[in-house]
């Protein structure tokens, strides 16, 4: 029970509801775990809202931990989610703009599992809030548009607000090209290749990485530039 005398929910529970989303169960309890471990140490954010999937399992996790999870979408929904292309979905289209908009349903999912306190909608597009970003966070978790200037431009725009030792986690990494698009692959692969991160087991299609403690070289950063250092 929270303070306004609302149920609140646990991983449990979750498991047994139907959201809309693109996210297998395994992800999402992967999800949940990375985001009770890491709320402790600073606020969580997540880039890709769409109706609230994530953000419940993130969210709840934040929750146990007595963290916060900020969610950046504009809510218009993402190139492959329009009219007439592959993801759309005419339950999210608003008939009054005859545009999608996922922030409805985004807010109904929050209210509905009580996490209002601790899920901070941000409603704008991602790369204009990181301008004024400030706060470091112990969770980057990157599961916006799919183009590979998008998933540049999120990951590029946010790591360095990412704390050492805190999370970064990139959705629909498909190393096979014939089963999934390659950016967030690239970007993954960019990642690790700066040295800065720890790889961590992948579950499904959830890529995760951990920002190494500050002054520690990562395999990767010892390999690539092992050479240069005296
Ligand atoms: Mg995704």
């Given at each position: 029970m929270d303070?306004?005398?609302?149920?609140?929910?646990?991983?449990?529970?979750?498991?047994?509801?139907?959201?809309?989303?693109?996210?297998?169960?395994?992800?999402?309890?992967r999800?949940?775990?990375?985001?009770?471990?890491?709320?402790?140490?600073?606020?969580?954010?997540?880039?890709?809202?769409?109706?609230?999937?994530?953000?419940?399992?993130?969210?709840?996790?934040?929750?146990?931990?007595?963290?916060?999870?900020?969610?950046?979408?504009?809510?218009?929904?993402?190139?492959?989610?329009?009219?007439?292309?592959e993801?759309?979905?005419?339950?999210?289209?608003?008939?009054?703009?005859?545009?999608?908009?996922?922030?409805?349903l985004?807010?109904?999912?929050?209210?509905?599992?009580s996490?209002?306190d601790?899920?901070?909608?941000?409603?704008?597009?991602?790369?204009?809030?990181a301008?004024?970003?400030?706060?470091?966070?112990?969770?980057?978790?990157?599961?916006?548009?799919?183009?590979?200037e998008?998933?540049?431009?999120d990951?590029?725009?946010w790591?360095?607000?990412?704390k050492?030792?805190?999370?970064?986690?990139?959705?629909?990494?498909f190393?096979d090209?014939?089963?999934?698009?390659?950016?967030?692959?690239?970007?993954?692969?960019?990642?690790?290749?700066?040295?800065?991160?720890?790889e961590?087991?992948?579950?499904?299609?959830?890529?995760?990485?951990?920002?190494?403690?500050?002054?520690?070289l990562t395999?990767?950063?010892?390999?690539r530039?092992?050479?240069?250092?005296?």
């Amino acid at each position: 029970m929270d303070l306004n005398g609302n149920l609140e929910v646990n991983i449990d529970d979750l498991s047994k509801l139907a959201f809309k989303g693109f996210m297998a169960d395994e992800e999402a309890g992967r999800l949940y775990e990375l985001a009770k471990d890491a709320a402790r140490f600073g606020p969580c954010l997540e880039i890709g809202s769409y109706c609230g999937r994530s953000a419940a399992y993130l969210g709840t996790g934040c929750r146990e931990a007595g963290g916060v999870l900020f969610s950046v979408d504009h809510h218009q929904g993402s190139e492959e989610q329009q009219p007439g292309q592959e993801y759309y979905d005419p339950d999210l289209l608003d008939p009054a703009t005859g545009r999608i908009n996922t922030f409805p349903l985004f807010c109904r999912t929050i209210l509905e599992l009580s996490l209002q306190d601790t899920v901070i909608p941000i409603v704008a597009r991602s790369e204009v809030v990181a301008r004024f970003w400030q706060t470091p966070l112990s969770l980057i978790f990157i599961d916006g548009g799919h183009a590979f200037e998008t998933v540049f431009s999120d990951y590029s725009a946010w790591v360095s607000h990412l704390k050492p030792g805190g999370y970064l986690i990139i959705h629909d990494i498909f190393p096979d090209p014939a089963k999934g698009g390659q950016a967030p692959y690239c970007v993954y692969n960019m990642a690790l290749a700066s040295g800065l991160f720890f790889e961590l087991p992948m579950v499904q299609t959830l890529g995760v990485l951990q920002r190494a403690p500050a002054g520690s070289l990562t395999d990767e950063s010892k390999t690539r530039w092992g050479r240069l250092q005296t």
